[in-house]
């Protein structure tokens, strides 16, 4: 489905288009645009038959090439919809999101060279793509390596575990340009994290990371763990978002009262990030 923003009382509206019953001609004009969302249940393989057929038969090419912004989430196109518009090239956009397709892992090679031949993007976000990661994860990171323009980069709920905190390792201190790495929801060991931080404070001050994202790995750590955590972020200098692991009331309650015994600054800011922890989920 493609959003029409038009001006209204000087506000932005947005126009639902089913794009699956939509004709040739209004689908037409609704690809010349800078930002093009399909983000329906309906959109399936023959809705991107019929975007590549008039993007390769028409003069659409041109638009395709010039959009800024392209977002896939939660559609039914799978891997072989994705692959149609993969071929239509995406190295010209600034920002690609991707979710809930069910992309598998034989896609991720040719998804990563164009992200490597990029100058113009700028973030990158892949959601719940399970599979597109299981055998691929190596050779994806050895294609960002050779990007020079990827500011943001966040892969989550993608089942990443310990092979890919490698090839996230290795890949960390090549880039200069990323400020910010959102690994969410994922399957990382505290030896994985652990793998991380090291990477990172190994980067010391060269490049412009700023942002690492750690929150809610599966399984959830522990409250040792998540201190432990702490004290290396603290003793390395750095600061990786890590303390919503241990947001469930009764690890909130254990963890006031075995603070409530301390006094010094450290503790108190940890404890306060608890009780905000514990309002908000409540």
């Known amino acids: 489905n493609q959003y029409n ?40 393989l023959s809705v991107c038959k019929r975007i590549n057929y008039l993007v390769n038969s028409t003069d659409l090419i041109d638009c395709w090439l010039s959009m800024k ?10 891997s072989k919809g994705f692959e149609m518009l993969l071929s239509n090239g995406i190295s010209h956009l600034k920002k690609l999101s991707l979710g809930y397709i069910g992309i598998k ?9 164009q992200i490597s031949m990029s100058s113009t993007i700028i973030s990158l976000y892949l959601d719940n793509e399970s599979k ?36 996230i390792s290795r890949y ?25 931080i090291v990477s990172i404070a190994n980067k010391g001050g060269k490049g412009r990371l700023q942002h690492v994202h750690l929150l809610n790995q599966n399984p959830l750590l522990t409250t040792s763990q998540v201190f432990e955590l ?12 890590i ?21 010094d600054t450290y503790n108190r800011v940890i404890k306060n990030a608890l009780v905000d922890l514990k309002h908000k989920y409540q």
């Open 5 to 44: 923003k038009s001006i209204n009382n000087n506000e932005l509206n947005y126009k639902w288009i089913p794009v699956s019953i939509t004709s040739e001609s209004e689908l037409h004009r609704l690809i010349n645009t800078d930002h093009f969302v399909l983000t329906s249940p309906s959109i399936n």
């Open 69 to 78: 912004s392209l977002l896939i989430y939660g559609t039914n196109i799978k």
């Open 105 to 113: 892992s034989h896609v991720c090679k040719e998804l990563g060279k």
């Open 132 to 167: 597109l990661f299981n055998e691929s994860i190596n050779d994806f990171m050895k294609y960002l390596q050779r990007n020079k323009s990827l500011q943001l980069l966040s892969i989550r709920r993608c089942n990443l575990s310990t092979i890919a905190a490698q090839a």
């Open 172 to 196: 960390i201190p090549t880039t200069n340009q990323l400020t910010s790495l959102i690994l969410n929801d994922n399957n990382f060991t505290i030896n994985d994290i652990k793998l991380l």
């Open 230 to 241: 702490e004290k290396w972020n603290k003793q390395l200098g750095i600061s990786i978002t």
């Open 243 to 263: 303390i919503t692991n241990i947001i469930k009331s009764a690890v909130c309650e254990y963890e006031l009262e075995k603070i409530d015994d301390r006094n």
